[in-house]
């Protein structure tokens, strides 16, 4: 299903790969370089086919680096001199993965049309893509985002929500992007995909929130489940699936299981347990697929619209790993 969502500003200079008016729309590519979205949807294919859990790992990239210094492929950045990369922060390291494709897409790219599509917008194209491939909604993605020529550690571990926030804290991080709680609601809708480790919510399990209370917000014959293969202590990389229903499908059982108190993070559970308006829209998107695949599209395309670079600001990177020298 194809959705619909902007109404595009006037193109200017299609033929140009640099965007001076500031706007980005999805015919950005259409003459500088016009396989461009064929050559990332081709390679993404194929890495998912692999391992249908890339699919999940391309989609967190991308929010992962639009929550820092808006899209600009700031994660994407090794670390090299001063630069302190954004893969090694709290939020990133040893769960940020699919680096590897991203370098596949670029390279593919790169020998198509060289220095002429920028890294960020390959990962809001990646995005887009492995949410199809998983079964999810599809729409047009704007373009004509440039790259950064930073990164920034700090932000990396401040500003992007964590499992244990509050709810309050959450939802005040995506305000700060200009989001709101339509946004956080259907945007924590990707957890219906992908894999979380041990260490990501083994304080609910155990009574670590300082109460020596049981968390009656999981399920506890889902908790015990869970204890068997995430340990009091060690087992810290052990992976389970963020949705246990259907792992890889792109679906709206990641709210049912909310309802049933058996969403995994805390920052999953919360949703139904904070706030009545969240409630509200999880019982709604619980019930209608087809609305939460239209609300999950159009909070994507404004999680993809925060502080993009253009005109003259950054650069067209020729290795997403690394600045241009």
């Known amino acids: 299903m194809i959705i619909s969502l902007l109404s595009f500003a006037p193109i200017l200079c299609l033929s140009s790969n640099t965007n001076y008016n500031g706007y ?13 979205k064929d050559i990332v949807k081709s390679v993404v294919a194929k890495a998912v086919a692999r391992e ?13 680096d639009c929550f820092v210094k808006g899209c ?24 940020a993965r699919g680096f590897e494709v991203i370098d596949e897409i670029k390279s593919a790219l790169e020998e198509e049309c060289p220095q002429t599509v920028s890294c960020a917008d390959i990962l809001a194209l990646a995005a887009r893509d492995s949410t199809v491939l998983a079964g999810g909604p599809s729409w047009e993605v704007p373009l004509g985002r440039r790259d950064s ?18 709810f309050n804290t959450i939802l005040t991080k995506f305000k700060l992007k200009g989001l709101d709680l339509v946004d956080l609601v259907a945007l924590s809708g990707s957890h219906t995909i992908g894999n979380a480790r041990c260490t ?6 155990y009574n670590q929130s300082g109460n020596n209370l049981p968390d009656y917000t999981l399920d506890q014959y889902y908790a015990a489940q869970l204890r068997t293969m995430c340990p009091k202590s060690g087992g810290d990389q052990n992976l389970f699936f963020l949705n246990y229903v259907s792992p890889t499908k792109f679906d709206n059982s990641y709210y049912q299981n ?42 994507m395309v404004k999680l993809g619209n925060i502080s993009p670079l253009t005109g003259y600001r950054g650069e067209i990177r020729k290795n997403c ?3 241009n020298y």
């Open 24 to 36: 980005l729309y999805p015919q950005f590519y259409d003459w500088s370089c016009p396989n461009a």
């Open 52 to 64: 249908a859990r890339m699919a999940a790992s391309l989609l967190r990239l991308h929010f992962h």
């Open 72 to 95: 600009d492929a700031s994660l994407l950045l090794d670390s090299r001199g001063t630069l302190i990369s954004e893969k090694i922060s709290n939020t990133n390291r040893n769960s």
């Open 149 to 166: 020529r930073d990164a920034s550690f700090s932000g990396s571990n401040n500003n992007i929500p964590a499992p244990n926030n509050t």
């Open 200 to 205: 990501s919510f083994r304080q609910r399990l």
């Open 258 to 299: 909310l309802l049933a108190s058996k969403g995994l993070l805390n920052s999953d559970q919360i949703l139904v347990t904070k706030n009545q308006a969240s409630v509200e829209l999880v019982k709604l998107y619980a019930e209608n697929n087809e609305i939460f695949f239209q609300r999950f599209a159009k909070s």
């Open 321 to 323: 790993r690394n600045i």
